[in-house]
Nanobody, 125 residues
Framework: QVQLAESGGGLVQAGGSLRVSCAAS????????MGWFRQAPGKEREFVAA????????YYADSVKGRFTISRDNGKNTVYLQMNSLKPEDTAVYYC??????????????????WGQGTQVTVSS
């Protein structure tokens, strides 16, 4: 069992930056691949980024490549998503997920208990 809690969302103007965080507790954080998804009102949840348990491999959606960076600090049991050059279409609730298998993280097929509650990111025009 792992508990995930996102934070760091807020309101930012287009072109600005935010860093959202996901703090994990419970099972060993360093043994889990971690990912970020986002969901805008009326739209399906979409994959944003993922990182392996060691931090050695990262994956990004085409829509955020070159703008977003995922990282992790296993000593702090925290994964981060640095978001730069934000666009209004980045507005969404951002969720983190976790699983020992990174393919499940990227696919978004982790069990319901392995998702956080989300943090709202709003980018104004």
């Amino acid at each position: 069992q792992v508990q995930l809690a996102e934070s760091g969302g807020g309101l930012v103007q287009a072109g600005g930056s935010l860093r959202v965080s996901c703090a994990a507790s419970g099972r060993t954080f360093g043994s889990y691949a971690m990912g970020w998804f986002r969901q805008a009102p009326g739209k399906e949840r979409e994959f944003v980024a993922a990182i392996s348990w060691s931090g050695g491999s990262t994956y990004y959606a085409d829509s955020v490549k070159g703008r977003f960076t995922i990282s992790r600090d296993n000593g702090k049991n925290t994964v981060y998503l640095q978001m730069n050059s934000l666009k209004p279409e980045d507005t969404a609730v951002y969720y983190c997920n976790a699983d020992p298998r990174i393919n499940k993280v990227v696919a978004g097929t982790t069990p319901e208990d392995y998702w956080g509650q989300g943090t709202q990111v709003t980018v104004s025009s």
